[in-house]
């Protein structure tokens, strides 16, 4: 059984650039959730998608949507970067859209906007 | 109102000690409450979770204890172990709306 992957590992963009970050669900799961974690930080829900709708969203601007393929991966887009995205940008996966399912974590994206 | 809080933000153990992480809460339309065990450069993972009709839950070494009146929820790790070191996070979640994370507790278990 593979677990969530996220690409790329890293990722170093600067101020006012556009980035995609992408994540690959367990097998089995139809739900992916996107959250950022600042350094020392806990992670800040930013949303989930559940087949491929918006099944609910955290506090974050419009700059930052996502959309979750047929075969249930999912992208995260940020547009017009601000110095604080700088974060990992860890995916999840469950195994339905009931926000009390167990989420798997990915290892996450270390995006640095400078 | 949809923060969550946790102390104490270190904890130092020695090896067999018990570790005690607190989380508190404001929002009452929270109904569900995740620990979570993070390790460098990895992803959180879920240790153990509650829902407010229950007072305590233990699976193995980890107890959470919960007070719905006072709205606290707390981590307690048995024989603590150096494998155990890590950054532990709680969690709240309003179903369908939000899920809350605390701010994060590094425990460090001295062998």
């Known amino acids: 059984e593979t677990g969530v992957t996220q690409s790329p590992t890293h990722l170093i963009k600067t101020r006012g650039q556009q980035v995609t970050l992408r994540c690959s669900s367990q097998?089995?799961?139809?739900?992916v959730s996107w959250y950022q974690q600042a350094l020392g930080q806990g992670p800040q829900f930013i949303f989930q998608y559940y087949r491929e709708e918006e099944n609910g969203r955290g506090n974050f601007p419009p700059r930052f949507s996502g959309l979750q393929f047929p075969n249930y991966s999912s992208e995260l887009n940020v547009n017009a970067l601000e110095l604080d995205d700088s974060a990992l940008y860890l995916c999840?996966?469950?195994?339905?859209?009931?926000?009390?399912?167990?989420?798997?974590f990915g290892p996450g994206t270390r995006l640095t906007v400078l | 109102q949809q923060q969550v809080k946790q102390s104490p933000q270190s904890l130092i153990v020695q090896k067999g000690g018990i570790s005690i992480i607190n989380c508190a809460y404001e929002?009452?339309?929270?109904?569900?409450f995740p620990w979570y065990q993070q390790f460098p450069g990895k992803g959180p993972a879920l240790l153990i979770a509650i829902r407010p009709d229950v007072s305590e839950k233990k699976e193995g070494r980890f107890t959470i204890s919960f007070n719905k009146s006072a709205k606290q929820f707390s981590l307690h790790i048995m024989d603590s172990q150096p494998g155990d070191s890590a950054t532990y996070f709680c969690?709240?979640?309003?179903?369908?709306?939000?899920?809350?994370f605390g701010p994060g507790t590094r425990l460090s278990v001295l062998p």
């Open positions: 097998s089995g799961h139809n739900t």
């Open positions: 999840a996966s469950s195994i339905s859209g009931a926000f009390t399912d167990t989420q798997y």
């Open positions: 929002n009452t339309a929270f109904d569900y």
């Open positions: 969690a709240a979640i309003n179903y369908g709306q939000n899920f809350v």
